[in-house]
């Protein structure tokens, strides 16, 4: 009812996107939806007030589903709705590693691994990394640390690329002793009392050689805000004890858990984001830096964005030798 009320104020009074997402979500979806998932969920996921966070960077992510469909699917008739994601394919070896590994194979021999930049500067018309001489820097390095590797920054330029917002991740894999689970992917834990974690997934759904023969795996995600301490050990504890608490495992069946934690994970749009990232990547072009990637630009971009954007970089530079420019 709340949806269709509000799909009807938007057709009524032709009102725009309130630049609130927490405004927005009521604009959009109406007070029950707001209140029952998505004020919950994205508290959970962004780690701040949902009106601290920006409207625009859910153009383009959230379909507007067509109110046919939703009246229908409220009387139970079933509806196809997002199909995008309904199909996927997933590697049988190897995890998603495998999709990295095999961009990267025909590549290792050019390649130079384990060498944290520490110092770009300007030298003539190219650049100095780690005192050595190339041609053209390509930088996929966090804006927000940009200003420790970068030399010659200006003081607004490094305060702008110190306050754009993050959060990290970490995953934590739950190795069960069960020999199936239900036919799903993925769920959402939006509310507290299921636990830290906001996203589970069916980690062994996704292929047979993600769990031995007889056992299966959830993998969960934890989000922290920027460069906020990682939870600790208590973690694992809280984690099991929500998904016990949702139904989704029995204590006895877990034989062990595994963590991850990836500093840099989520881009939060707050209300100082565009002046913020169009300062440091101003910069950055200026200079003739060329960044690169989710937080290299601080895009919101998924992994098949960032490989077709690099694919569409690597084109450009390669014209851009040839023609000598």
Known sequence: RGYVEAWHRRQVDGSSAPEEFGKWVRWRFGEGIARHFMDPYNEKVWKRDVDFLSSDWVAGRVPDAPIEDVLRASVGIRTEGYTHQAIFYYPREGG?????????????????????????????????????????????????????????????????????????????????????????SWIYLPHPEQGPANRVTYMSNYSPGNAPEGKTSFLCEVTSPGDA??????????????????????????????????????VVFDHAYHRRRDAALGWMAAQGLVPLGRFGRFEYDNSDQCVIKARALARELLERASSGR
């Open 96 to 184: 998603f590693q495998a999709i990295t590994d095999g961009i990267a194979s025909t590549l290792t021999d050019r390649v130079r691994l384990s060498t944290p930049a520490t110092d770009v500067v300007r030298h003539g018309a190219g650049w100095r990394v780690n005192g050595e001489e190339f041609d053209l820097v390509v930088s996929t390095l966090p804006l927000t640390d940009a200003p420790k590797v970068f030399q010659d920054v200006p003081a607004d330029i490094a305060e702008a690329m110190r306050g754009l917002e993050f959060n990290g991740i970490t995953c934590l894999l739950i190795a069960l002793d069960r020999p199936e689970h239900p036919d799903l």
């Open 229 to 266: 301490p990682y939870p600790g050990s208590e973690l694992e504890e809280q984690v099991l004890a929500g998904m016990e608490h949702a139904g989704l495992l029995r204590r006895d069946e877990v034989l062990f858990t595994d963590r991850t934690s990836t500093r840099h994970a989520y």
